[in-house]
């Protein structure tokens, strides 16, 4: 590569830099400091990249470089899951494409056409995270199916079950009558849906009385096995203890009393099915009552119900039931109704709560600990206040449902003999020697799997060869941060936390960094529904209008909907997106990390982004320009710029440590881009100029500038690579080999330390007055609109002794960077007439305006000027004085209306004095 002569693209610098490092094994652990070790949430197999990966890869590769730049034994620990539900439901849909079923294939002929969808299709984010620069160690990639972790899975569900915190038992779940499986509380999507509510008569056995209940669920009556009314409520006191007929089902069953029921609700008398209500459950354990379930596994009705309701879809079963209670008079109303509505997050399904026999985690005496763990300080949530969420869930911790029913997944360890005698041990062979069972008896293994969190949650041990152990264990267990979103604190972090403190004795992680929620530049919530979902990718290569209207779209059924999202993607990105490349998007995410709950992507910011990268490219091909060899090895001479710029430089490193240790990720971009751009760019490689360009210039002083290019520029790509590993690492090989410095890759070299450059407060004294000098001459130009390239004479009224001492050293840099013919010093302001003036401190810059514009013009131009603005100030000032205006019109309009009078006063006040100057 050769920086002078190329421009930057990162299309062909990023892919080319990533095989490179790969291929050199530059991501293994190899410092001999301390270790650190981050497990990346393993993404699901069948996944793709969103935003929210894209972001907290971003965030542990920064920490991941910068600690292995510091020296640590640092470990970036891969994998993926094998994503029980989501994998099976793929596989499915592409079995039914062929016109075959699961079911119909076998579970053993499934299973294998599993894997080879896995080996053929499932590693597309792995080839997506190369992409996006993370330096994860391949060579420990992992599956949550892998031998060693279902080994893993094994051991800890058999330890469990010995140990009584494992058990089988028939509780009510929630169940995907879609998916046939159950599905923990936090697979459950509740939100808010109309529906109806319905009031039915239930006959009293002993009286021609009726009891009125309210119901949103018809269908479930066939299952009741009560009538519940408030103990204190007056109007119902006295049928406690009686019972009802229970329409169509021919049964009587009791009216209880008890506190659940909300005498405000309805009709105040509900009616109780406890295998089909979570709180009626609860209801029937007090009261001793029958659970009586009457859907299957599809939530059809089962033959505990009346013969003609038998095989109805619940949702038919629901019209026939209205439809006979109307036809018998016992419907006494219905409305429209508001209430939650729980689906499963995969299927969309409507979840049907049912009684079924499950395995179940006793999590009171996990959850202890891991609790402790975190008020001790030992786990530290970043940001704080999420130690909050975590407390409240732990707190009211409920045992974990972990069988699910169905087929891609690590399979219960657990064996039946024909009897119903149930065995779990780590083997078939283990059961039968254990329990003295043999070959004549059949053991038919449980047909379950376990949740995929229940994997998950043995992630940062299982994938370092627990339970056989080994040298990574030993050395990255704990590991020091977790990187994740706050969504999946309950399903994993928690978890992990507690299986970590069973298993290892130690707690898995000493912090978590919980990362925000990215949102679009409008500041909506990304989602297939809104059509505005980016993937990642096609803000790094680019991606075409045509493909990112289809991806979008994509199996989108509603016209609607699909014709809405294709216009507003055709007005959002007119020609589609351009390639910014990894470094651009990285260092958006990095400068979005703040300590909030959501950030907001904006194109724009990525432009800029990808601005800054070709800013630092320019730089560096500035710095090869002229360092064409490599400088002797002498001690130099700085110069007052050279001082100053290393001094801002120790600063900088001093606020990028403490951000990175703080994970203000947001911080340490911004001191970086700040100092790279306004002060490295800006104003130092300038001041070079004015020494390199000087042929009389002396060969020290020529020295010592191209010293400090190339040492500010080695130490700010070292910097930066943690954010940027990309286009560090080309500019890093380039100025190597300029420099004779023997290095393979920037990735591998030590962070710099600010005691390597010196702090120089009088240097920094002295460009901040030669800055504000010349900012004040740039001021004039811009508002006096004079050419940038005209030399200019200025006169200095005011001047102290140390300012003019100042103007005398640094004479030549004033010139050049103010592009200034002369500078002189006159006693007062009032020397000099038709003066553009700026203010130094207590020094006048005045610039003679004579002869560089047209006075008359320029004067009647501003006249113009100012009675536009005065024009539209009094129409402002009237419209903020009419009542009405201001009593009717939006608070936001009114707040606009005053935000616009204030500024034309502003304006106004800036024309007259720009018109004053010019007086002859």
């Not at 929210?52 to 730049?69: E, N």
């Not at 120790?650 to 340490?668: N, T």
């Not at 207590?842 to 005065?870: C, F, H, N, W, Y």
Request: include cysteine; hydrophobic fraction near 40%.
């Amino acid at each position: 590569m050769n920086a002078s002569r190329k421009g930057y693209r990162p299309e062909e610098i990023e892919p080319r830099q990533y095989r490179r490092w790969e291929r050199a094994g530059y991501f293994r652990p190899s410092g001999h400091g301390e270790s650190y070790c981050i497990v990346i949430p393993p993404p699901n197999v069948t996944g793709t990249v969103h935003m929210g990966h894209a972001f907290q890869y971003t965030i542990m590769d920064a920490l991941i470089r910068y600690h292995r730049m510091r020296g640590d034994n640092t470990l970036w620990q891969m994998g993926t899951d094998h994503a029980g539900i989501a994998t099976q439901m793929v596989v499915e849909r592409l079995l039914d494409a062929e016109g075959k079923t699961r079911r119909g294939l076998g579970r053993e002929a499934f299973v294998r056409r599993v894997w080879e969808w896995k080996e053929q299709s499932g590693n597309t984010i792995s080839r997506q995270i190369r992409r996006l620069g993370a330096s994860v160690d391949w060579s420990r990639d992992r599956f949550t199916m892998d031998p060693g972790l279902c080994e893993a899975v094994t051991e800890v569900f058999v330890r469990l079950y010995e140990e009584g915190l494992i058990y089988r038992g028939k509780r009510l779940v929630n169940w995907d009558p879609v998916l046939h499986t159950a599905i923990s509380d936090l697979e459950v999507l509740v939100a808010e849906e109309t529906g109806k509510i319905w009031r039915f008569r239930y006959p009293l056995l002993d009286s021609d009385d009726c009891l009125v209940v309210a119901t949103t669920r018809p269908e479930t009556m066939l299952g009741d096995t009560a009538v519940a009314v408030h103990p204190e409520d007056e109007r119902y006191r006295r049928y406690i203890g009686r019972e009802v007929r229970l329409p169509l089902a021919g049964r009587t069953i009791p009216v209880i009393a008890d506190d659940y029921v909300d005498p405000e609700f309805g009709t105040g008398c509900v009616k109780i099915t406890p295998a089909h209500d979570f709180n009626d459950f609860q209801v029937g354990q007090r009261h001793g009552l029958a659970a009586i379930n009457i859907f299957d596994e599809s939530a059809a009705l089962n033959d505990a119900v009346p013969e003609r309701f038998r095989g109805l879809d619940r949702f038919e079963a629901r019209r026939k039931v209205l439809e006979e209670l109307r036809a018998r008079g016992l419907v006494d109303g219905e409305q429209d109704h508001k209430h939650m509505v729980p689906r499963g997050d995969r299927s969309g399904a409507l979840v049907e709560p049912l009684l079924t026999e499950q395995w179940y985690v006793k999590t009171g005496p996990l959850a202890e600990p891991a609790i402790a763990a975190v008020e001790d300080g030992n786990i530290r949530f970043v940001p704080g206040n999420w130690s909050k969420t975590y407390f409240e869930w732990m707190r009211n911790i409920e045992d974990w449902c972990i069988s699910r029913q169905l087929w891609w997944g690590h399979r219960i360890p657990a064996w039946y003999d024909d009897e119903g005698h149930l065995y779990v041990a780590r083997s078939e062979e283990e059961a039968r020697a254990r329990h003295g069972i043999g070959p004549e008896i059949l053991l038919r293994q449980d047909e379950d799997v376990l949740d995929t969190w229940f994997s998950s949650a043995l992630w940062p041990f299982s994938t370092m060869d627990w339970p056989a152990g080994s040298r990574e264990l030993e050395t990255f267990y704990p590991t020091q941060v977790l990187v994740t979103g706050f969504d999946i604190i309950f399903f994993w972090v928690a978890r992990m936390i507690m299986m970590g403190l069973k298993f290892m004795d130690d707690v898995p992680f000493s912090d978590v960094y919980i990362h925000a929620l990215v949102r679009d530049q409008a500041g909506q919530k990304m989602s297939k529904s809104k059509g505005n979902i980016l993937d990642p990718l096609f803000i790094v290569d680019g991606v075409d209008l045509q493909t990112l209207v289809r991806k979008r779209t994509e199996g989108m059924m509603q016209t609607h909907l699909r014709d809405r999202i294709e216009a507003s993607t055709r007005e959002e990105f007119p020609e589609g997106i351009a390639a910014y490349g990894a470094d651009a998007l990285r260092l958006t995410f990095a400068s979005l990390a703040t300590t909030g709950r959501d950030v907001s992507l904006d194109m724009g910011r990525v432009e800029g982004n990808r601005n800054f990268c070709n800013k630092l490219w320019n730089a560096a091909t500035y710095v090869f320009s002229r360092v064409e060899a490599p400088l002797p090895d002498e001690r130099v001479e700085y110069t007052v710029a050279d001082r100053w710029i290393r001094s801002r430089l120790r600063s900088v490193i001093v606020r990028y440590q403490r951000a990175f240790a703080e994970y203000r990720f947001d911080l340490a971009t911004q001191a970086l881009y700040e100092f790279t751009w306004h002060e490295y760019c800006d104003w130092y490689l300038e001041m070079t100029k004015t020494v390199l360009n000087d042929t009389e210039a002396t060969q020290a002083r020529v020295r010592a500038a191209q010293r400090c290019l190339v040492e500010v520029l080695d130490a700010l790509l070292r910097l930066l690579h943690p954010i940027i590993p990309f286009v560090t690492e080309e500019l890093w090989l380039e100025l190597c080999g300029r420099t004779g410095r023997d290095s393979a890759t920037i990735m591998l070299e030590a962070q710099p330390r600010p005691e390597s450059f010196a702090c120089d407060e009088e240097a920094e004294a002295e460009i901040d007055w030669l800055k504000a000098f010349v900012m004040g001459v740039r001021q004039v130009r811009g508002e006096m609109s004079i050419a940038p390239g005209k030399r200019l004479p200025v006169r200095l009224a005011g001047a102290t002794g140390l300012d003019r001492a100042r103007v005398g050293r640094h004479e030549a840099l004033l010139k050049s960077l103010g592009r200034l013919n002369d500078i002189g010093f006159v006693d007062s302001a009032d020397a000099v007439s038709g003066a553009a003036i700026a203010l130094v401190d207590r020094m006048t810059i005045l610039v003679p305006l004579e002869g560089l514009i047209d006075m008359a013009a320029e004067r009647a131009r501003l006249g113009k000027q100012i009675r536009r603005a005065s024009d539209d100030r009094e129409r402002s000032r009237k419209k903020l004085a009419n009542p009405q205006f201001v009593a009717n019109a939006p608070v936001a309009v009114v707040d606009r209306e005053r935000q616009r009078a204030a500024a034309l006063d502003e304006r106004l006040a800036q024309l007259n004095e720009r018109l004053s100057r010019l007086s002859p």
